[in-house]
């Protein structure tokens, strides 16, 4: 399958209504092959272009985990440092990657970044510009690795995730068996997750 096939879908008029689904849950998880990642971070920005023309009228969010976390940590305050991120970069630079991993995964699992997440989705909700907003695209799940897994993240957003308002498209680098993942095709998740499989791509091929 081609990326046109997810194009399709995802302008189903049926498939952006945020009452459907098989089990009432509004995750989906669209699998690819790990090494497609850059050309699948482009193909997210052209779904993005592609959803907003009129014959949509779709406003997607595009939101990569990495840089959103990056961002978290930027405006965090880190004892007297304004911006935690810089810090550890600093300290990272002079020899304590140790030191900086532990902090990188106490803070990906700070219930404070979840709501970051939940907050920026519901400011972009909010956003009266006419169009609609049925769907939420999540990527950057390689990038963020190891310092917060997918089924992690899925686990910790459930209580702010709002499945009757927006459905939460998963970009995820890895293969499945039934609903066990491995990230990479290589790193078994601890956990199933609780969400519905898109189309699984063959190959990228540009519209």
């Given at each position: 399958?081609?990326?046109?096939?997810?194009?399709?879908?995802?302008?189903?008029?049926?498939?952006q209504?945020?009452?459907?689904?098989?089990?009432?849950?509004?995750?989906?998880?669209?699998?690819?092959?790990?090494?497609d990642?850059?050309?699948?971070?482009?193909?997210?920005?052209?779904?993005?272009?592609?959803?907003?023309?009129?014959?949509?009228?779709?406003?997607?969010?595009?939101?990569?985990?990495?840089?959103?976390?990056?961002?978290?940590?930027?405006k965090?305050?880190?004892?007297?440092?304004?911006?935690?991120?810089?810090?550890?970069?600093?300290?990272?630079?002079?020899?304590?990657?140790?030191?900086?991993?532990?902090?990188?995964?106490?803070?990906?699992?700070?219930?404070?970044?979840?709501?970051?997440?939940?907050?920026k989705?519901?400011?972009?909700?909010?956003?009266?510009?006419?169009?609609?907003?049925?769907?939420?695209?999540?990527?950057?799940?390689?990038?963020?690795?190891?310092?917060?897994?997918?089924?992690?993240?899925?686990?910790?957003?459930?209580?702010?995730?709002?499945?009757?308002?927006?459905?939460?498209?998963?970009?995820?680098?890895?293969?499945?068996?039934?609903?066990?993942?491995?990230?990479?095709?290589?790193?078994?998740?601890?956990?199933?997750?609780?969400?519905?499989?898109?189309?699984?791509?063959?190959?990228?091929?540009?519209?």
């Open positions: 399958m081609t990326i046109e096939e997810l194009y399709n879908k995802l302008g189903d008029k049926f498939f209504d945020t009452d459907t689904g098989p089990i009432f849950y509004n995750v989906y998880i669209f699998r690819y092959p790990p090494e990642e850059y050309e699948v971070r482009e193909q997210i920005q052209n779904l993005k272009a592609r959803l907003k023309r009129p014959n949509n009228n779709l406003d997607v969010l595009t939101i990569n985990l990495f840089e959103e976390f990056c961002d978290f940590l930027h965090k305050r880190f004892g007297n440092n304004p911006s935690m991120l810089t810090y550890l970069r600093a300290k990272e630079e002079q020899g304590a990657a140790d030191a900086v991993g532990d902090v990188l995964n106490q803070n990906a699992v700070d219930e404070d970044f979840f709501k970051a997440v939940h907050d989705i519901e400011r972009h909700i909010a956003n009266d510009n006419q169009l609609k907003k049925p769907f939420v695209f999540l990527y950057g799940m390689g990038q963020i690795y190891p310092y917060l897994r997918t089924n992690t993240f899925l686990s910790n957003f459930e209580r702010y995730n709002k499945g009757e308002r927006y459905k939460l498209i998963v970009f995820y680098p890895g293969s499945s068996v039934g609903n066990s993942f491995s990230l990479f095709n290589r790193l078994k998740d601890d956990h199933t997750y609780r969400s519905i499989q898109l189309i699984e791509p063959e190959n990228f091929v540009n519209p």
